[in-house]
């Protein structure tokens, strides 16, 4: 696998969010595994309510979307890395795909009813056999991971070549009304609206979290360097959820 970071050893990714967690006054590492973890049990029960409201359901809108751009044939085995509490998975066995999950933290996965094989892991040491799904999604996850240049790399290692993954991440909308109004509702209104209905330290650290998301150039090069090709990234609903694209490189 060309330029895959292997699972476990802090790549060049991983510094740079380390560097810009710091910056931000954010856990690094393994205080930072032990924390993504610990929150999302907590918030696990209450997760799909606050999404829904939080996003006005665009959420939904954003993963049909994901699941349209990943461009596979019903049948293929497609991972759902991160999978929650299962909305990529429920939408992709009505697609006819055969989904698979994974998740770090056993809170989300007990939450998870949809049926589908589950395996508790870390997206960083995947339990797949190298080449083994035909994509993989994932929703909302890439800003928590550790270390997402060993995440990308492990794609890279068990989807096939010619295999697609679609990956939806938070955004920013570029300018205008809608950056100013973005801000305000995310950094001010969902922090109170999640500690209402949830648990107000998880929803206060998620505004703060995407200090760890990489750039639009820096997430590219991190695929290219995990084996893809065909790179694309796109904004949703005028920059409030961006998807990246890829093609695993190699002969089908
Ligand atoms: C914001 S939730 C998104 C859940 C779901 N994908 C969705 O679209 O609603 C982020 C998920 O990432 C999971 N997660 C965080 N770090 C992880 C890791 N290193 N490996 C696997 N899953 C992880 C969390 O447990 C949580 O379920």
Same mark, same amino acid.
């Given at each position: ?20 967690? &710091? ?6 590492? +393994? ?5 993504? &973890? ?38 293929? #085995? ?24 994974? +998740? ?32 993989? #999604? ?27 993954? =679609? ?15 973005? /801000?305000?509702?995310? &950094? ?15 929803? /206060?650290?998620?505004?703060? =979290? #995407? ?5 639009? +150039? ?14 694309? &990234? /796109?904004?949703? =609903? ?15």
């Amino acid at each position: 696998m060309s330029g895959a970071v292997p699972a476990g050893s802090p790549g060049p990714g991983a510094l740079e969010a380390a560097a810009r967690a &710091r910056h931000a006054d954010l856990p690094v590492g +393994d205080e930072k595994t032990a924390l993504v &973890r610990s929150m999302f049990d907590t918030i696990a029960p209450r997760y799909d309510l606050v999404n829904r409201t939080m996003t006005f359901g665009l959420d939904v809108r954003w993963r049909r979307r994901a699941l349209g751009a990943l461009a596979l044939p019903a049948g293929s #085995t497609v991972l759902d890395l991160a999978c929650g509490t299962g909305d990529f998975l429920r939408l992709l066995a009505a697609d006819g795909f055969r989904p698979v999950g994974a +998740d770090l933290s056993w809170g989300m996965l007990a939450a998870n009813r949809t049926g589908a094989p589950l395996a508790q892991a870390d997206g960083a040491a995947l339990p797949l056999a190298t080449g083994t799904v035909d994509g993989v #999604t994932c929703g909302y996850a890439l800003r928590n991971f550790t270390d997402l240049a060993a995440v990308l790399g492990e794609l890279g290692r068990v989807v096939r070549p010619g295999g697609r993954i =679609s990956l939806l991440e938070v955004a920013e909308p570029d300018g205008g009304l809608l950056r100013l109004g973005h /801000r305000i509702w995310f &950094r001010r209104v969902v922090p109170v609206i999640g500690g209402l209905l949830s648990d107000p330290a998880a929803y /206060r650290y998620l505004p703060r =979290s #995407t200090a760890y998301l990489p750039s639009a +150039d820096e997430l590219r090069r991190l695929l290219v360097d995990a084996g893809f090709s065909s790179v694309n &990234r /796109r904004t949703l =609903s005028g920059g409030l959820s961006q998807l990246l694209t890829a093609t695993r490189s190699g002969r089908p």
